[in-house]
């Protein structure tokens, strides 16, 4: 039942306010259309009687020979007068409100005319289909039989054709045109009423990836006015609390970096090479610890601005300057030139550091570029021994390695992989690590193209 209904609020609005004007109005119409009913045949007794009494009261001024004329005189399409020939069958008769009400209106006309006698008879229209155009049985026979005190009698034949019903071709055409309106109106409101969730979420969606962009515009209904400034007030307060870590980043690297300066001098004042070499290397592997921790935590790849780059050059510039610099790094490309709206340098880095680990343990990196419409797709595969399935989601954590040492040359600090997961993310990417059959590992970056 759920994929039935849309995901899209603006759908759901309509497709509810649909509902509901359809409901309304075929309730109101089916109220309306019994009421209509029952005025419609209590008028039309009314003016029967009035053309009856008034037929009968100016042929009872003539004698019974000319009442012939008179009579033929008043016919109509629907009504015909002629003296009675052959009585009509009672037992065809119904009793239904109508007919009550005709008599009651054929008595009230003849009120003020003494010694005349009714008979009234109403029936369902049963083989004179040529009066009505549509259903023959929806018409109604109404015979009026009139007693003149001469003891003549003249009969009054009235043919009621089909009702017209309300739902006819031209109302049911008003009313789709009736919804139609309705619908673009409800959709105009529905969308300025959406409108701001929309830039609300995009404008998430923007500080997830940088936290300077632009702050939402407070326009709008009051309720919105507020939302969005409570949003802009957010990104205010994390754009201190990021500046502020920033700044202390920055201080505890100048302490640090001070105090590495300080040892460095100490060490060059050994005399023994082979001790102030080991202690170089040393002093060397803690400066690029330090430096690779503090670019973790600082996340400056987040602090560049975005610009539009053509992304098939920028991977292949990396793979060929890799190459160059004589690492075994294949690049194959699926896809003519595609610009992206990216951090260029960062988003290298974090392409770089994935195709550093393939190299590292992997023996080499086979680098694909495609796409799949909407998104695309950078498949960096090696030929090594992979990484165990329960480590898959593990390994692009800070900090951990797969590979236990500390040795520079085997294990690294475990950043690589979690500060490439970054900033695909910052870009609104995705990085999914996959065991390949047989041999090796493929890590795969989706970004969308839009």
């Known amino acids: 039942m759920r994929r039935l209904i849309p995901n899209k609020i603006k759908i759901q609005a ?4 649909s509902g509901v004007f359809v409901f309304s109005q075929a309730v109101s119409l089916l109220i309306y259309e019994h009421n209509r009913e029952h005025t419609i045949l209590m008028t039309e007794a009314s003016d029967l009687a009035a053309r009856i009494s008034g037929i009968v009261s100016l042929a009872q001024e003539f004698p019974s020979s000319e009442r012939r004329k008179i009579l033929a005189s008043a016919e109509t399409q629907f009504l015909s007068a002629f003296p009675i020939v052959t009585p009509f069958d009672p037992d065809s008769c119904s009793n239904n409100e109508f007919s009550q009400e005709m008599e009651n209106q054929l008595r009230s006309a003849f009120n003020g005319m003494k010694d005349f006698q009714l008979q009234v008879c109403v029936r369902p229209l049963d083989g004179i289909a040529s009066v009505v155009k549509k259903n023959p049985q929806d018409a109604l026979d109404v015979v009026v039989v009139i007693h003149y005190p001469d003891q003549s009698s003249s009969m009054f034949h009235a043919t009621l054709p089909v009702k017209n019903s309300l739902f006819s071709e031209t109302v049911v055409f008003y009313l789709i045109v009736l919804l139609l309106v309705g619908l673009l109106l409800a959709w105009i409101v529905i969308v300025k009423l959406v409108s701001p969730i929309e830039r609300l979420a995009k404008a998430a969606e923007s500080i997830g990836r940088d936290i300077n962009s632009s702050p939402m515009n407070e326009e709008g209904a009051e309720e ?11 990104q205010s307060q994390l754009k201190r609390l990021i500046n502020s870590q920033t700044e202390m980043f920055a201080a505890i690297s100048h302490d640090l970096k001070t105090s590495l300066t300080r040892l460095k001098l100490r060490v060059e004042q050994i005399e023994n090479k082979h001790q102030q070499d080991g202690l170089n290397r040393v002093v060397s592997d803690m400066s690029n610890m330090i430096h690779s921790i503090l670019d973790f935590i600082r996340g400056d790849y987040n602090r560049e601005d975005s610009r539009n780059v053509e992304f098939r050059a920028l991977v292949e510039s990396l793979c060929y300057d890799l190459k160059d610099e004589g690492f075994p790094v294949n690049f194959d490309s699926k896809i003519d030139e595609q610009v992206l709206n990216c951090r260029p340098v960062a988003l290298r880095r974090g392409i770089q550091n994935i195709i550093d680990n393939a190299i590292k343990y992997g023996e080499a990196a086979n680098v694909v570029l495609t796409s799949d419409g909407s998104n695309i797709i950078l498949e960096v595969t090696d030929n090594g021994p992979g990484i165990p399935v329960e480590s898959l989601k593990d390994v692009v954590k800070p900090f951990y ?6 040795n520079k040359k085997t294990g690294g600090l475990g950043l690589g992989l979690a500060i490439a997961q970054n900033i ?15 041999k090796g590992l493929s890590v795969r970056i989706m970004l969308s193209c839009n």
């Not at 695909?424 to 047989?438: F, T, Y």
């Open 14 to 17: 309509v497709l509810f306010l």
């Open 224 to 234: 919105i006015r507020v939302a969005a400034r409570s949003f802009n007030q957010m």
């Open 401 to 406: 390695r797969q590979e236990k040492s500390r």
């Open 424 to 438: 695909i993310h910052s870009h609104g990417g995705q990085l999914i690590l996959n065991n390949r059959e047989g």
